[in-house]
């Protein structure tokens, strides 16, 4: 019967962070409510301090959980391209700066959706540590779809050029999809997100004598 009762509470626990991975991507940290969550997942709002002591514990794991997703998303699609770089970035490029993700937060990337709740933030709050792992797992699955000749093998100061390349390019992603998103129902959003796919997939072009 224990054991049986936490596997029960193990189900509960993991809808709690589901549902909440969602809604802080839809609505921002403080768009939502323990009493919102709680219903979203079934279950009654008193039964919440049995999985987490605070708002601000659930608000961290639901950060980690949304950069989880996202990265499994990102992994997938450059395991997809069978090593090919070129494939890999420009899979993830065109399902990233996508209307259809620009309209759908709740069930995209957590590093746009959550950048500015989270900026705001005390510094003190678990959600900075989750966030902060959570974009350098996805900054690493983009240098891993770096050109060949980006990986500064045969160059001292290569992996640094290497590096500050991707800062820039996934702070273009995360950057052109937040804009996008502030200017939806504008021509502008669109333009946002066809200028920064043409940049970042031109750029990705292996160069030729």
């Not at 450059?78 to 993830?92: E, P």
């Not at 399902?95 to 900026?119: E, F, I, K, N, S």
């Not at 200017?183 to 997100?193: H, K, Q, Y």
């Amino acid at each position: 019967m224990a054991r049986a009762s936490r596997a029960v509470a193990e189900q509960h626990k993991a809808a709690i962070e589901a549902v909440s991975a969602r809604l802080v991507r839809e609505h921002g940290l403080h768009g939502i409510s323990v009493a919102q969550v709680m219903a979203d997942a079934g279950l009654t709002h008193g039964g919440f301090y049995g999985h987490f002591a605070s708002k601000d514990e659930l608000v961290a794991r639901a950060c980690a959980l949304a950069f989880e997703e996202s990265a499994g998303r990102w992994q997938h699609r450059i395991d997809q391209a069978h090593g090919d770089r070129q494939a890999a970035r420009q899979s993830l490029v065109d399902q990233y700066l996508t209307t259809a993700h620009r309209d759908a937060a709740g069930d995209g990337c957590a590093a746009p959706a959550l950048t500015g709740d989270v900026a705001r933030e005390a510094s003190g709050k678990p959600v900075h540590a989750a966030y902060l792992q959570g974009l350098k797992t996805l900054l690493g699955l983009w240098e891993s779809t770096a050109p060949d000749d980006d990986n500064g093998d045969d160059d001292e100061n290569g992996g640094d050029a290497a590096r500050g390349a991707a800062l820039a390019e996934v702070a273009m992603l995360v950057g052109a999809m937040t804009m996008a998103r502030a200017t939806r129902g504008d021509a502008l959003s669109d333009e946002l997100l066809d200028a920064v796919r043409t940049r970042l997939l031109a750029s990705a072009k292996p160069i030729t004598a």
